[in-house]
């Protein structure tokens, strides 16, 4: 029984000590109301939307932001190893996609803890949207999203060209191309 313990509690160790280890300290900056550049060696910009909204009326403020544009939406959380892994993956295809145009929005709840989210944005290029909780769930049930990560790209005129909100995971980059690719068509 102890041997299982101390098991247990080494690999714990292990693995707190490993995600610490993937999240390089990049230093931290403190937010304005409406943007702000968070680092130099990226274009991430942290944007606010009004906390007396509903979730569902924070999302449409959030997508009417960008209407005329194809956008790619990121539901995520700095506590998710699977959202950290999907960005990653999507890096692989983003500076394209940027170059035509798309805007890479990413919105996460107050389970992101402020300083570890701020800290962890700063390398992620984008505009990102920390909605309080109540909006989080709020937005989350309306969506019927069960889970993170989830995507959702959307036309120009703001209606949706993918989704799978209801299902959650990464669904691959060439998934993602191709719906962008098909949104920038329309």
């Not at 909204?53 to 009417?64: D, N, Q, R, W």
């Not at 992101?112 to 049930?141: C, T, V």
Request: glycine share 8%; charged share 25%.
């Amino acid at each position: 029984m102890k041997k299982s313990f101390f098991l247990l509690g080494g690999l714990l160790l292990a693995v707190t000590t490993s995600c610490a280890k993937q999240n390089p300290t990049i230093p931290q900056q403190d937010a304005i109301e409406s943007e702000q550049t968070t680092a130099t060696q990226s274009d991430s910009r942290i944007k606010t939307v009004n906390s007396q909204l509903s979730g569902i009326e924070a999302f449409e403020e959030i997508k009417k932001s960008y209407k005329g544009k194809v956008v790619l939406i990121d539901f995520w959380a700095t506590w998710c190893p699977p959202c950290r892994s999907a960005m990653k993956m999507l890096g692989e295809i983003k500076p394209g996609l940027k170059q035509k145009g798309v805007e890479f929005v990413y919105i996460t709840g107050e389970t992101s803890p402020e300083a570890d989210w701020k800290q962890f944005i700063a390398s992620i290029d984008g505009n990102h949207y920390r909605l309080s909780d109540k909006q989080w769930q709020e937005l989350s049930m309306k969506l019927g999203m069960p889970g993170i990560p989830a995507y959702l790209v959307l036309n120009k005129d703001g209606s949706e060209a993918f989704s799978n909100v209801t299902e959650g995971g990464y669904p691959g980059n060439e998934i993602i191309e191709n719906s962008i690719e098909i949104a920038l068509t329309k």
